[in-house]
């Protein structure tokens, strides 16, 4: 029994020390910007804390926002908004590796603190850090690998730290900041488009600004202590630059291109029909349950998640959910009297919709537009086929 605490001593001890150590007066506290990646998850940068103490040989890198996928119902709760995120870190040299290999810009700005505030901040992300502090309820607008840089040196120094305005500071809806990052023509955006309600559409305050991390890079680098009136970082350096690639063409595979083609097809097929007086009630079928389908899916987003920016979502208006509960009249020769009324609804709140849109209630996906003057026409075509065949 003796010699198996005397084993847990020598083994956990260094592991206790080291969770106290005392920086020297040569440690640095910086914070690292990282650039934009190419897939959607990663298109809007990072940003992380760089502890560096050549005295206690010491460079790590802590972050936050890491996925925890062996969480139990990970997807399930992914989708409810209801997922713990972690703390990460990692050794600097690790750190710089996988971006380097991912070819992604990572810059650094050091900040001035004195030594009891480089301490404080640093022991705060050591107890953050422990297993039962390191798990967070991540929001993408509010409470994120950005914004938590911010939030933390705000503690460590007791908000002592003042943030102006950088000189390429604009007002801007949380909407068009993401539209910085992500093209409005690619499929990432129109997803977002299409899941984020209007709540995005208000103007984001200065500080709100900085849930992006080229945001946090803006501010801090005029950032000042407000006793003393100085900087708050002291250097800044690019420790790697992304080297340019070849952009590649996607115009013919993104959602205009692609969405606009199928509303042609639609289009089309609705000219024909009118023609030759028939209905192709396959079309019908299909658009009733695809439209059906994505106002549920928007309404479960809405109601039954905790994602603060999927409320108020006016996509309804064209993803309207009780579309699926309509197939069985679209599939019949005839139908109920009062189905034509259901299209005529369904134009007017798609004229609403555009009223919407053009006095900024909420902004849509520009991929949609031609979905959007397809359904109209083929609704409008429904309307009158119904009153001529009763």
């Not at 990572?106 to 480089?118: P, T």
Request: with cysteine; proline share 3%.
């Amino acid at each position: 029994m003796i010699k198996h605490l005397l084993f847990l001593f020598l083994v956990c001890s260094p592991l206790a020390f080291s969770q106290q150590i005392t920086l020297s007066e040569t440690a640095e506290i910086s914070i690292l910007t990282v650039g934009p990646g190419n897939s959607l998850n990663d298109a809007f940068g990072h940003s992380a804390f760089r502890v560096k103490d050549p005295n206690n040989k010491l460079d790590v890198v802590y972050g936050y926002g890491e996925y925890d996928f062996d969480t139990p119902n990970f997807y399930l709760k992914f989708a409810q908004g209801k997922l713990n995120y972690l703390m990460s870190k990692d050794k600097f040299s690790k750190f710089y590796q996988v971006y380097v290999y991912y070819n992604r810009t990572v810059k650094e700005q050091v900040l001035d603190l004195s030594q009891i505030e480089k301490q404080q901040l640093y022991d705060y992300l050591i107890s953050n850090y422990k297993p039962e502090n390191r798990g967070y309820l991540y929001e993408f607008f509010f409470d994120n690998c950005a914004t938590r840089i911010k939030d933390v040196v705000n503690i460590s120094t007791h908000k002592n730290i003042e943030f102006d305005l950088p000189k390429d500071y604009t007002e801007k809806t949380f909407r068009n900041l993401i539209y910085d990052n992500v093209d409005k023509n690619t499929w990432g955006s129109l997803g977002i488009d299409i899941a984020l309600g209007s709540v995005i559409d208000r103007k984001a305050t200065a500080e709100e600004q900085m849930f992006l991390p080229e945001n946090i890079y803006k501010f801090f680098e005029v950032a000042k202590h407000k006793i003393t009136g100085k900087s708050l970082v002291k250097q800044k350096h690019v420790i790697y630059e992304k080297k340019p690639t070849r952009a590649s063409n996607s115009l013919f595979t993104s959602p205009l291109s692609i969405i606009g083609i199928i509303s042609l097809l639609i289009l089309f097929i609705t000219y024909k029909d009118f023609k030759n007086n028939k209905r192709s009630k396959w079309l019908d079928a299909s658009l009733f349950i695809i439209t059906g389908l994505i106002g549920i899916f928007i309404l479960l987003l809405w109601f039954a998640t905790d994602h603060t920016g999927t409320h108020q979502n006016y996509n309804l208006l064209w993803g309207f959910a009780l579309n699926l509960f309509m197939v069985g009249q679209v599939v019949k020769e005839k139908v109920k009297n009062w189905f034509a009324k259901y299209l005529k609804f369904l134009v007017i709140i798609l004229c609403l919709l555009t009223l919407h849109w053009f006095i900024g209630v909420q902004v849509f996906a520009i991929g949609l537009i031609p979905l959007l003057i397809a359904l109209l026409v083929r609704y409008i075509f429904l309307i009158k086929y119904y009153s001529v065949n009763r």
